[in-house]
């Protein structure tokens, strides 16, 4: 049904009495039922707050995940709000002539990852199973609409579930303030990175016959702000947050539906009881003349916390031990290493005065694992694989699904490690296989002619090659070329 709007609205009567008495914001103009219309897109309805049409009903431009096959649709748009399940609302788009037409439930369009479903004129209202924050995104191209529940959680390597799994958070809402709440208490957290997130990595929606994503996960807005007790504003898709101080926290993430803006923060409550994870670990032993200006930086870090990984060539009766800071403070060897009998067997290990002494002369990848519940290590001897990964690799983004892309191991302690020739053009991208690490975890590439390692940072920059080209690493140097 379409009408003009071109008249006076009022203040809606029953939010000025509440924001008068509840939150003093009777003249915050989010909440004015809008004078002159503005042409857009907005959310009504008695599961909503928003009982007609209001500035701070208006869905905004979606942020977009702007990967490398992304669609740029501007005629997405969104709005994070609380729908109570007893009610239901719709959706009026207003034109540039100030005419209004009001959207209810249509034909489902898709139902995945979360059902899509078209816009009808004058449908049925829309509504959801529980209450909760709701992600509700139309595309006004296709005239379509996704109602996305928000479960946020935390997630990143501060947090219990490090990159790969969020830890769900508790909503609640206040309609007197009109503010969703989100909450974890007595959670721990490391000295390092987070983010909130609630489905992924972004969300794809269905857009003229293919697909449009857009971010599902909010950081800060500049790089490395760090989150504690004072709210601090986010965005999607935005920067990690730092945590600066192992602890127990209590975590908050709230959005105010007067401003759509979202703000966090997390209060230090108390100490951790678990142990703490080595930042760093080294190597000493004879191959370095036992000498601590000879270890350089130490083990390669991953992305699993406590996990460190080396590959190099030992000789017979080589005598090694293991140290999380460069000195002669809490090193181990043969007998704290919890070393499986299958890497005693394939190096031929030894106790050796507390030193562990290796009987047969190769390459090894050595992986030095902490465990999170008391702290102590396990070092495994391990073959060294590596492989291909991507573009370039004939099985693609799933290493060791395809032999042809493992490098072949050199027969002496100079050598290289030879990759299969590249399968097409695109970005170099290797991997070393560590039990209990997934492949970009372990990353490393070829710049500047050294092997330069992922650790547990962010993606490494692009290394472009070409079809047919093979990669040469030379392990005891550091150095690698790609011809």
Same mark, same amino acid.
């Given at each position: 049904m379409t009408k003009n709007m071109k008249k006076i609205f009022q203040y809606m009567t029953a939010f000025l009495l509440i924001l008068t008495v509840g939150s003093g914001c009777e003249d915050n103009d989010n909440w004015k039922i809008v004078t002159d219309v503005q042409p857009g897109v907005y959310v009504t309805g008695d599961a909503l707050i928003y009982s007609a049409v209001a500035t701070s009903s208006a869905l905004k431009a979606v942020t977009q995940d702007m990967g490398d096959n992304a669609v740029e649709a501007s005629s997405v748009t969104g709005i994070y709000t609380w729908i109570k399940s007893g009610g239901g609302f719709t959706i009026l788009k207003i034109d540039a002539e100030g005419n209004e037409v009001s959207y209810g439930k249509g034909a489902v369009v898709a139902s995945s990852p979360f059902e899509t479903v078209s816009l009808q004129v004058d449908g049925p209202a829309f509504t959801v199973?529980?209450?909760?924050?709701?992600?509700? $995104? &139309?595309?006004?191209?296709?005239?379509?609409? %996704?109602?996305?529940?928000?479960?946020?959680?935390?997630?990143?390597?501060? &947090?219990?579930?490090?990159?790969?799994?969020? =830890?769900v958070m508790s909503p609640s809402f206040d309609e007197n303030q009109a503010l969703v709440e989100l909450k974890l208490t007595n959670t721990e957290l490391d000295k390092k990175s987070m983010k909130f997130r609630y489905h992924d990595w972004g969300i794809e929606v269905p857009y003229g016959g293919g697909t449009v994503k857009f971010h599902s996960n909010m950081g800060g807005l500049v790089e490395a702000v760090s989150l504690g007790a =004072?709210? %601090?504003?986010?965005?999607?898709?935005?920067?990690?947050?730092?945590?600066?101080?192992?602890?127990?926290?209590?975590? =908050?993430?709230?959005?105010?539906?007067?401003?759509? =803006?979202?703000?966090?923060?997390?209060?230090?409550?108390g100490d951790s009881s678990a142990p703490v994870m080595p930042e760093n670990m080294y190597m000493i032993g004879s191959p370095w003349d036992w000498n601590w200006d000879n270890v350089g930086e130490g083990m390669v870090k991953t992305h699993v916390d406590g996990k460190f990984w080396s590959i190099l060539y030992l000789p017979v009766d080589a005598d090694i031990k293991f140290c999380p800071v460069k000195a002669w403070d809490g090193d181990f060897g043969f007998s704290a290493a919890n070393l499986s009998q299958?890497?005693?067997?394939?190096?031929?290990?030894?106790?050796?005065?507390?030193?562990i002494k290796v009987g047969t002369a190769?390459?090894?990848?050595?992986? $030095?694992? %902490?465990?999170?519940?008391?702290?102590?290590? %396990?070092?495994?001897?391990?073959?060294?694989?590596?492989?291909? $990964?991507?573009? $370039?690799?004939?099985?693609?983004?799933?290493?060791?699904?395809?032999?042809?892309?493992?490098?072949?191991?050199?027969?002496?302690a100079t050598g290289e490690f030879v990759s299969p020739a590249?399968?097409?053009?695109?970005?170099?991208?290797?991997?070393?296989?560590i039990p209990g690490a997934d492949w970009w975890q372990t990353e490393f590439?070829?710049?500047?002619?050294?092997?330069?390692?992922r650790g547990n940072g962010g993606d490494q920059e692009s290394v472009p090659v070409t079809a047919g080209q093979k990669a040469y690493l030379k392990f005891s140097d550091g150095t690698g070329r790609i011809q």
């Open positions: 199973p529980s209450d909760g924050l709701y992600y509700v $995104v &139309t595309n006004n191209a296709d005239n379509q609409v %996704t109602i996305i529940p928000a479960q946020f959680g935390i997630i990143g390597d501060a &947090t219990a579930g490090g990159w790969n799994s969020e =830890t =004072t709210l %601090t504003e986010c965005e999607a898709g935005g920067e990690d947050f730092a945590i600066d101080q192992r602890g127990m926290y209590e975590i =908050t993430l709230q959005l105010d539906l007067r401003t759509g =803006t979202f703000k966090a923060k997390a209060v230090r409550t299958e890497s005693i067997d394939r190096a031929g290990l030894s106790d050796s005065g507390g030193n190769g390459w090894y990848l050595i992986v $030095v694992t %902490t465990s999170p519940s008391d702290g102590s290590y %396990t070092v495994e001897f391990l073959e060294p694989e590596i492989w291909l $990964v991507g573009d $370039v690799a004939s099985g693609g983004w799933s290493p060791g699904s395809n032999a042809a892309d493992k490098f072949t191991v050199p027969a002496d590249f399968v097409s053009d695109g970005n170099l991208r290797m991997s070393v296989v590439n070829i710049i500047g002619g050294a092997i330069a390692y």
